[in-house]
């Protein structure tokens, strides 16, 4: 394999670099390995001028000096990460190779400032209190960044469909059978509703991301030992805050990582209202309820050339599971540790970006599946009419109201496990004994009027 080859996607071993990567590729500048290198950077920044805030050190730093210092991290490019990673694996910028990721992010910083600079980078810090900050900053940002947005995009999808078609009435099923009809409309506002209240869930979850900076045992020790007088714990919650998170102030070496495995919960509730809403979707396309619009060019299949299949939604359906079994394993592992730390998480968080990737695909092809679709209301109607024992529920109701004891076996004889007409119902009035306004509210009883509150219930949609 020559080293084009090696870049080349057909030759990566996974899709979410191969095939899908132009579907990914946004949650690059997140959650990559350069986005990792990056984030680090920047808390090892931060965390410098942090400390010349402080009183107590002799570290000084001008205002140029700082801004010189925040371009490290704000201008960071693909030649910044390539020095790092030399530095970790083969030594460089008179640096023996460190075999530590987070090591070779400080010799980074090293070979872009003075000397004098030098002995506080990473001053008292464990590398888990740089990791932590940083595995937060990229989730942050790719969750505000990129999956909110697509997520919010798939609810206005719904949000319009639901609009639109809010008084088109189809037949219903529960277990599978034909039940009282509702709308298109209002089915579609019932999953957007779901996906608002869920998307709730992560944007709290995704504020709610807390990170720790406390030295090798979450006791300040080594900062304690070189400057006791200092208020570490406040100094702490100020810095923390200053990324933009929640501050975790009890920790051991490892931020326990439950703000990680909520956040991860959270995706998981969003994902299974997509999934839901993929397999119905799938449905009513093979109930011919649902056709949709053709691509030019595109093949449904290889040998019957008039297919147009749903692949998008089941292509979600397999990426959105991918993810929530990815997200499963991320929640449950991250927050264990043996003891005070071991660094098997380490490598299991490298996957986040993995398991946001298949989100992500999993959210494109929902939208372009909601974007193709359009309701066949004539198969709509048609299958209301051929279903007239629907309208059961509706007459046994009525009679109910009238007084009626044995309404519900009445209309029970006349539909259970028989085929009914519209005027099986009406020979049935006629010899009821009901007023006429009675008999007149019955007869005017259809399928596909039998829809209750059903399009005034998408208004309820915020």
């Known amino acids: 394999m020559t080293d084009a080859d090696r870049n080349d996607p057909l030759y990566a071993v996974s899709p979410l670099d191969g095939r899908y990567a132009s579907r990914t590729a946004p949650l690059a500048p997140h959650v990559s390995e350069a986005a ?42 693909a030649d910044d990460a390539d020095l790092v990673k030399r530095l970790e694996v083969d030594g460089a910028a008179g640096y023996t190779a460190t075999n530590h990721d987070v090591k070779a992010v400080e010799y980074f910083i090293r070979t872009e400032t003075d000397e004098s600079v030098h002995p506080w980078i990473h001053f008292g810090l464990t590398s888990e209190d740089v990791n932590n900050l940083s595995h937060r900053l990229m989730t942050k940002g790719a969750v505000e960044a990129v999956l909110v947005p697509e997520l919010r995009e798939i ?28 709308t298109f409309g209002k089915e579609m506002a019932v999953y957007a509703s779901r996906l608002g209240r869920t998307l709730a869930r992560v944007v709290a979850a995704k504020d709610a991301l807390a990170g720790k900076l406390a030295g090798a045992s979450g006791t300040y020790a080594a900062h304690v030992a070189a400057y006791p007088d200092v208020d570490w714990r406040a100094f702490s919650r100020e810095f923390v805050s200053s990324l933009g998170l929640e501050h975790e102030p009890l920790a051991t070496q490892v931020n326990p990582c439950d703000d990680l495995a909520a956040l991860f919960d959270a995706f998981r509730g969003v994902n299974n209202v997509i999934l839901d809403a993929d397999r119905d979707m799938w449905l009513y396309v093979s109930d011919r309820y649902l056709g949709q619009e053709t691509v030019e060019g595109e093949t449904g299949s290889s040998t ?36 005070q730390r071991d660094l098997s998480d380490s490598t299991v968080k490298r996957n986040i970006g993995a398991a946001f990737a298949h989100c992500l695909i999993g959210y494109k092809k929902t ?24 309208i059961g529920e509706a007459v046994q109701t009525i ?32 010899d009821l004994d009901v007023s006429e306004s009675t008999r ?23």
């Open 304 to 339: 019957m050339p008039h297919k147009v299949n749903p692949i998008d939604f089941e292509n979600s359906e397999g990426n959105l599971s991918k993810a929530n079994s990815d997200l499963t394993f991320l929640g449950d592992y991250v927050t264990t540790s043996r003891l």
């Open 440 to 462: 007149d509210e019955l007869l005017a009883l259809t399928p596909a009027t039998y829809v209750g509150l059903a399009d005034e219930l998408v208004d309820e949609l915020d």
């Open 36 to 77: 990792l290198m990056r984030a680090r950077v920047q808390v090892e920044v931060e965390y410098l001028v942090a400390l010349a805030d402080l009183e107590a050190t002799p570290l000084e730093l001008s205002a140029s000096e700082r801004a010189d210092l925040r371009a490290l991290y704000e201008s960071f490019d």
């Open 399 to 430: 009679l109910r109201r009238e007084g009626d004891t044995q309404a519900y076996e009445r209309v029970k004889e006349l539909t259970r496990g028989r085929e009914v007409t519209l005027e099986d119902f009406h020979d049935l009035f006629s």
């Open 367 to 390: 939208q372009t599946g909601l974007g193709k679709i359009v309701p066949n209301e004539h198969v709509m109607r048609a299958e209301l009419d051929d279903t007239p024992a629907i």
């Open 155 to 182: 609810r206005d999808e719904l949000v319009g469909l639901a609009q639109e078609y809010r008084d088109v009435p189809m037949l219903a099923r529960t277990h599978g059978q034909p039940a009282t009809p509702t």
